[in-house]
């Protein structure tokens, strides 16, 4: 698919068909696109775990639900969990991934990149003293029976890896819109896929991304609403919008990147026939 569609195309879905089940070459080229996100600090902190619904019983599906996360958890029929690695950092500390982003050609000397400027300065100074660094916070597990305490990392860590997931989500959801599947990332309640897969204390996640074939149509209702970019985006300093030109929003509309706003005339309707086939409230 066209990156521009992709991008238009992308919606949070909510009604899955939970009937078929992803192709596992299409789970594949998910994975591997997100396995190329860009790499926070050189760092290998990117771990992904997938998930099917029917490995679940229905006790922990339960367990998983938030006041946000409801229905789609149940009808989704595959979860990526994306995390990130805390321990990968200290495992970096050799320096190996920095030597062969160098002799890759990727990081030059002509930006100051050497192995003395890794051993004498990027080490210490970026990866040693965020280890060193006393501003720690335990991790803490929601479990079905309560909170329960992990290892202490620092907050500095914790950002470095939450700014790792975060990437890779993005990558994960375009390219599940690419693979003509329908998305969202949706947050879970009781850490019950740490318990099931055997997920490490060191490795923190977020919401994962849900996966599946949507059930609703590929509009979804229409692109929802967003702040205009004048307000958000600022050129140069501070209250200067950065101003949209409506000739180039014109030309991505032609090519998919915006498309017709929700809701699309018959989303009511949808939704109350969605429900109904689902048996749920109208
Ligand atoms: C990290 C993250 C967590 C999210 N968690 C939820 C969630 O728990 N439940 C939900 O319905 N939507 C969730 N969303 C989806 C957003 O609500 C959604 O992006 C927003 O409604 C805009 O719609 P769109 O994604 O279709 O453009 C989450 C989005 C992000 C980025």
């Not at 597990?141 to 939450?162: C, I, K, V, W």
């Not at 790792?164 to 949706?186: F, K, M, N, R």
């Not at 929003?249 to 498309?259: A, I, N, S």
Request: proline residues 7%; negative net charge.
């Amino acid at each position: 698919m066209e990156f521009k569609q992709v991008v238009g195309l992308r919606r949070s879905i909510r009604f899955w068909s939970p009937w078929q089940p992803i192709e596992p070459e299409k789970l594949q080229a998910v994975l591997e696109a997100i396995h190329q996100s860009p790499r926070v600090l050189e760092v290998d902190f990117l771990r992904v775990a997938v998930l099917h619904r029917d490995q679940m019983s229905e006790e922990d599906l339960q367990a998983m639900k938030t006041p946000t996360t409801t229905t789609q958890i149940e009808l989704c029929p595959t979860y990526i969990f994306i995390y990130a690695d805390l321990d990968a950092l200290s495992e970096a500390t050799d320096g190996k991934n920095l030597d062969e982003m160098l002799e890759a050609g990727a990081l030059n000397r002509s930006h100051g990149w050497s192995s003395e400027f890794i051993r004498d300065t990027i080490v210490p100074q970026f990866y040693q003293e965020v280890l060193d660094d006393t501003d720690t916070v335990a991790m803490r597990f929601r479990t079905p029976d309560g909170m329960r305490e992990g290892p202490a990392y620092s907050r500095q860590l914790l950002a470095l890896g939450r700014t790792q997931i975060g990437i890779a989500q993005g990558v994960g959801l375009l390219a599940g819109v690419d693979q003509g599947l329908g998305v969202q990332l949706s947050g879970v309640g009781a850490d019950v896929p740490k318990r099931i897969m055997g997920i490490p204390d060191s490795w923190i996640t977020s919401s994962p991304m849900l996966i599946g074939y949507a059930a609703e149509g590929v509009e979804a209702g229409g692109q929802r609403p967003r702040e205009p970019l004048e307000q958000d985006f600022h050129d140069g300093r501070y209250g200067a919008p950065f101003e949209s030109d409506p000739d180039v929003v014109k030309r991505l509309t032609e090519d998919g990147m915006f498309q017709r706003p929700a809701p699309v005339p018959w989303r009511r309707d949808e939704l109350r026939r969605l429900a109904r086939m689902f048996g749920l409230p109208e």
